[in-house]
Structures are given as C-alpha cells and as structure tokens.
C-alpha cells in the first residue's frame, strides 16, 4: 500500500512506515503533521485516482529532523568578455516518518511501532590491542 501525494511543488510516494524528504514545513522535531494533498492511492491490484486530490484521504506523519541537503554548485560565464559567478545553494528540507495512511478516518495502512535502537560496542583500549600485537610477533620470531 502506498500512497502519491503532493507537497513543496513535488509528487512524492510515500509508504507506511517509510520515512520521505520534503520542502521544508513550519513544524518542530517530533511534531506529528497531516499531509492531504493526496492523488493517488494505489493497493495491490486496486487503486484509487483523484481529479486532482481524493477527498478525505490524508497521510498522518511524524517530523523525524528538519536539515539541510547537499550544497548545489551555481556557476555562470560568459565567454570572452571576462564575467564569471560561482555561488552555492542548499536547500531546506524535512524528513517526516510516515505513520499511517487513512481514507474518510479508516486506516488503510499502519506503520509497525519504532523501536530505539541501542547499539552495544565493546570499548577496547589501545594497551589491550597492542599487547596482542607484540605477542603474536614474538611468538611468530621463535617459530623460525
């Protein structure tokens, strides 16, 4: 189940439980937003087709962080007469993770619960790592 919607200008799909980069939108991290410039909604073999948007259906969200993207180069000349302009642009985006997707407030598709990731790293100090190292070397040295 996924879902074609419109927002900053740009037709985007969006899926349950994906998470999408749009233009910039005026809510904080953590917010939760409603998108409802839906056109299209697309299930399997069945789709539903709006002239332009389907009334009632919406994409509920939560703003994950709002950045920056990538800087895009600009750079004019013009031949021969000695003019030249580089500048540089980057523009804002938000990343909003895509909770559900709702048709006239019956959820059609639901993202599972997120977890927080907790990542175990074993700490190892340098002494415990080169210990190791002169060891091997000096065992390699007596064996020949």
């Known amino acids: ?29 953590g917010s939760k937003v409603s998108l ?32 920056k993207d990538d800087k895009v180069i600009v750079y004019k000349m013009r031949p021969k007469k000695g003019t030249r302009k580089k500048f540089g ?18 959820v059609l598709s639901k993202a599972e619960e997120r977890k927080a990731k907790v990542k175990k790293e074993e700490i190892k100090t340098d002494t415990e790592d080169t210990s190791k190292e002169k060891s091997t070397k000096v065992k390699k040295k007596a064996t020949k």
Request: hydrophobic letters at 40%; charged letters at 30%; proline letters at 3%.
């Open 1 to 29: 189940m996924f879902a074609i919607l419109e927002t900053g200008g740009k037709q985007i799909k969006a899926a349950a439980g994906r998470f999408i980069d749009i233009e910039k939108i005026p809510e904080d991290k």
């Open 36 to 67: 409802n410039n839906v056109l299209m909604l697309v299930n399997g073999k069945e789709s539903k087709v709006g002239s332009p948007y389907i009334s009632g259906a919406s994409v509920k969200g939560e703003v994950i962080e709002a950045g």
């Open 89 to 106: 642009h980057r523009q804002f985006y938000s990343r909003v993770f895509i909770e559900s997707i709702e048709l006239d407030g019956k």
